[in-house]
């Protein structure tokens, strides 16, 4: 096989992004034949041994893509022990990660992959990739404060992008984000004086919760892979 850029390999084998392996790499942390790697360097996917933290990474021949539906009280994340994650849930044989994580408070949708191409172009802050929520409060909101929230606000001291609200109920909208701050539904809700109830993803681009059961996931459907695949031009 044709040698790769070592952040590409470690993207391609679902390590994680190219900017994190880059990142992983300035501090030492990767090896390749058991020498620490340096940017910019190339390897043989077929003939050599790259190592991070000591462990072997092997490129990942078989991408798999699963939406899950996950509860309140799971944390999002595979690493942290002290909490049940997300990984927890899953029984699956692929070491796969989450894109676009929740907080632990959220439900809804996470989409699961060992594809690191595909998390580098959804969680990529350029492409504005649409993440929908259905957001219930615990009193009526009015017309004025749903205006209020579509519109630029300061948020962690910068400004957010204009988004599309749709009511619901009295209490409950859907909103949709094209980017991503801290808890920002929660804080842009605290600017209207009002405080969130129940938040929930339903919808990442074209894929769609649809009737998903709470802790039940499933592979994505080849219309749903193929359609997502064309809208972010990755072939």
Not at 38 to 49: A, R
Not at 151 to 156: A, D, N, P, Q, T
Not at 180 to 203: D, G, H, P, T
């Amino acid at each position: 096989m044709d040698k790769m850029r070592l952040q590409k390999y470690m993207s391609q084998a679902g390590i994680c992004s190219r900017r994190k392996a880059e990142d992983y790499i300035e501090r030492w942390l990767v090896k390749v034949n058991w020498e620490v790697a340096k940017i910019g360097q190339s390897v043989d996917p077929d003939t050599d041994k790259v190592e991070m933290k000591d462990v072997a990474i092997k490129e990942q021949k078989d991408l798999v893509y699963y939406k899950l539906n996950k509860p309140r009280g799971i944390v999002s994340t595979c690493a942290e022990w002290w909490d049940k994650n997300i990984v927890d849930i899953m029984d699956v044989k692929e070491r796969i990660f989450p894109i676009w994580r929740l907080d632990k408070e959220s439900d809804g949708l996470i989409l699961m992959t060992n594809d690191g191409r595909l998390t580098n172009y959804l969680i990529h802050p350029r492409y504005g990739h649409e993440k929908e929520y259905l957001v219930e409060v615990f009193w009526p909101i009015m017309d004025s404060e749903l205006d209020k929230m579509k519109k630029s606000m300061l948020i962690l001291w910068s400004y957010t992008k204009e988004v599309k609200i749709k009511r619901v109920s009295s209490g409950t909208f859907t909103i949709v984000l094209t980017e991503w701050k801290n808890r920002q539904i929660r804080r842009m809700v605290e600017k209207v004086w009002a405080k969130v109830k129940k938040l929930k993803r339903i919808r990442i681009e074209n894929i769609e919760l649809w009737s998903l059961k709470s802790w039940e996931y499933k592979h994505l459907s080849s219309s749903e892979k193929n359609e997502l695949f064309n809208r972010i031009d990755l072939k």
